[in-house]
């Protein structure tokens, strides 16, 4: 019976934290207006689920949070920033490109296209897991979070079939996205993710 009630109360807390940590993304997020917040916050959200899926012993949730917002605040609106101006240039060759008239020319960059965003996205899945987990240059996170993608295949396959058991779950219950949007999906990137960082390079942020 004790070993029910102890798991029990494990299982509480860990839903407890993930609500935590969704709250403060939201807040954290309007406290820069989204368009300064969101990025930071992300990466702060990466960093205390890093320490939840990694290191076993209590996290400091809030003061984790607050103290990564803090001090990779522009670093991380840099990093975010760069990514999302590539992918509004891969969604604007997409749209170029869907009105052209079809010919060989025209389906081979359209194959070009989507071979490229594809890989983008599999990268940006890497890449706020490689942010919070190594220190390096700024192309280095994009370097290292490609090879991932890559290079880590059966890691990448269950990472995205994860994501969309995530995602049908959040559209067949909506009440869970304010509940445990973010946060559910960061445990999830971050947990699998780690499954392919090497152990001799793990730092703590």
């Known amino acids: 019976m004790k070993g029910f009630t102890d798991w029990y109360i494990r299982l509480g807390m860990f839903g407890f934290n993930l609500f935590l940590l969704n709250m403060l993304w939201v807040v954290f997020s309007f406290l820069g207006l989204f368009v300064l917040g969101v990025f930071p916050a992300t990466v702060a959200l ?16 809030l003061k984790l949070f607050w103290n990564t917002f803090k001090v990779e605040f522009f670093k991380a609106n840099f990093l975010g920033y760069v990514i999302s101006i590539v992918g509004v240039i891969l969604y604007i060759n997409l749209r170029v490109l869907q009105q052209l008239d079809s010919s060989l020319l025209h389906h081979s960059l359209m194959i070009v296209t989507f071979v490229i965003t594809l890989v983008y996205l599999l990268t940006i899945i890497y890449i706020f897991p490689v942010f919070v987990h190594f220190e390096l240059r700024m192309v280095q996170y994009l370097k290292y979070s490609l090879f991932l993608a890559i290079g880590k295949p059966i890691q990448t396959i269950i990472m995205i079939i994860g994501l969309g058991i995530v995602l049908f779950l959040f559209l067949y219950i909506p009440g869970l996205i304010p509940v445990f949007g973010v946060s559910l999906l960061s445990l999830l990137i971050m947990k699998i993710a780690s499954l392919s960082f090497p152990k001799k390079d793990m730092i703590s942020p």
């Not at 990466?46 to 949730?61: D, G, Q, S, Y």
């Open 46 to 61: 990466f960093a205390v689920t890093r320490k939840l899926v990694m290191e076993p012993e209590e996290v400091p949730i």
